[in-house]
């Protein structure tokens, strides 16, 4: 099956910095990918969807400023959390989709966020 | 708003039993549904994609039934082994949500050998 790369798996960093987070497809090219966050023991609520070459739709209540999304190539989308603040502390994980015809969705294993 | 709901939370059965996650949803009209597997601090598994269109899928020891007018599903899992302890999430693709999945909160399953 196809495989989505998701790094890095674990980061801890101080408030006020920036923290980047790569999601890959591996043997696919991946029109459409979506960035998720999930608390401890709670489903997974998506932040935002982003196609490769356009600018990202973020859900209500997400700030763009905060979570920057690029998804420059057909392979690789980023997420970058600004200035992080200790609620921003949580699991993120990246899921792709290629094409529009192909309807799973292949997600990275996570990575989790720590903000001390 | 699509809503999706899993019962039972969590479920602990012993090595072997046969058994049933439920999930269900509150608007019918989806494209799919999709049934994952979560292992703590992991990313998400596909094991089950339902079109709306059809009334269940099989993998190996798993069924995933679909009925659509009631808005509910089932993952029926075969001769439960301890490595299938894990969370499972039901995810449902709406007409009127896009390319948006809408997950259910899980149901944590622990086989005891």
């Known amino acids: 099956g196809a495989v989505v790369s998701q790094h890095p798996s674990r980061v801890i960093c101080k408030s006020g910095t920036s923290v980047k987070i790569e999601c890959r497809s591996l043997?696919?090219?991946?029109?459409?990918m979506f960035w998720y966050r999930q608390f401890p023991k709670q489903s997974l609520m998506l932040m935002a969807t982003s196609n490769e070459g356009s600018k990202a739709t973020y859900e209500q209540g997400v700030e763009k400023d905060k979570f920057l999304i690029n998804h420059a190539s057909l392979t690789l989308s980023t997420l970058t959390v600004t200035s992080a603040h200790p609620e921003d502390s949580s699991f993120y994980i990246c899921?792709?989709?290629?094409?529009?015809?192909?309807?799973?969705?292949?997600f990275g294993s996570g990575t989790q966020l720590s903000v001390l | 708003k699509q809503e999706v709901t899993q019962i039972p939370a969590a479920l602990s059965v012993p090595e072997g039993e046969n058994l049933v996650l439920n999930c269900s949803f509150t608007?019918?009209?989806?494209?799919?549904l999709q049934w994952f597997r979560q292992d703590p601090g992991k990313g998400l598994t596909s094991l089950l994609l339902i079109q709306s269109s059809q009334r269940e899928q099989t993998s190996g020891r798993l069924n995933a039934s679909l009925d659509k007018s009631s808005g509910r599903s089932t993952l029926y899992i075969a001769a439960s082994q301890p490595g299938d302890s894990a969370t499972y999430l039901c995810?449902?693709?709406?007409?009127?949500?896009?390319?948006?999945?809408?997950f259910g909160e899980g149901t944590q399953l622990t086989v005891n050998p």
């Open positions: 043997d696919f090219q991946a029109t459409t």
């Open positions: 899921s792709a989709r290629e094409g529009q015809l192909h309807e799973k969705l292949f």
């Open positions: 995810a449902v693709r709406s007409e009127t949500s896009g390319s948006r999945l809408t």
């Open positions: 608007d019918s009209a989806i494209y799919n």
